[in-house]
């Protein structure tokens, strides 16, 4: 039987509604360069502290963020313990919040797991320096951290992350992943992940989220 951890359960759906422009999309491509442009190895303390500021600047990623993600959601879950056999199904609730002054966002993810209570948290955001997306993943169903960076496609509708995470039912260490997050609207949107490592893809789980403080559609 091919498993696949729920430590990463949702663990990039934060950044689901990323980006819905390509303008915006368009508006981070040179970001890190910028910032790397301004910057020598010279020593000098302004110029570094004028780095560090640049790099920590909110931009036009992480603002959508907030305007996008930040509420209150209700999760159906479907998750693939094997690809020949049916899936689990489940339902869930997620709060995201803004933290560090809006640069990241956190998302509290309460749920259950075989008739077990679960409950997870992940940051994420967009890093300036390196112009990705960046996300973490922890929860109740281990004692191990998954991270994964990410980006944006052409027409501003899918967020891809490849990750790393630790299988315990198998003892696999370091196992890829790679999740795709795609808008629908600005009340919902679908995270789905797949093991990438073995042959085809195969897709584990759908996380299918809906705004429970619906926002009326922009003009």
């Known amino acids: 039987m091919r498993r696949s951890t729920l430590a990463i359960l949702c663990s990039t759906a934060l950044a689901s509604q990323a980006m819905t422009s390509v303008a915006i999309a368009g508006d981070l491509a040179d970001m890190g360069k910028k910032i790397h442009a301004q910057c020598t190895d010279s020593g000098d303390q302004t110029e570094m502290m004028a780095c560090y500021t640049k790099a ?79 996300s973490t993943w922890m929860d109740s169903m281990t004692t191990g951290i998954s991270m994964s ?47 990438i490592i073995y042959g085809e893809p195969f897709k584990t789980m759908q996380m299918d989220y809906t705004r429970t403080d619906k926002r009326a559609a922009a003009n």
């Open 56 to 134: 920590g600047e909110l931009g036009p990623a992480h603002q959508f963020l907030k305007d996008a993600f930040v509420g209150d959601w209700t999760v159906a879950c479907t998750m693939w313990m094997d690809p020949s056999a049916p899936p689990m199904e489940s339902t869930a609730t997620s709060t995201v919040k803004t933290i560090l002054d809006g640069r990241f966002i956190k998302e509290t993810f309460t749920g259950n797991f075989m008739g077990q209570p679960f409950e997870g948290m992940g940051l994420t955001g967009f890093d300036n320096t390196t112009n990705q997306f960046v």
């Open 149 to 195: 960076k990410g980006g944006i496609s052409a027409d501003g509708t899918t967020l891809a992350f490849i990750g790393e995470m630790n299988e315990p039912s198998t003892g696999e260490i370091g196992k890829s992943y790679l999740v795709k997050l795609k808008v629908k609207d600005q009340n919902t949107h679908t995270m789905e992940m797949y093991e």
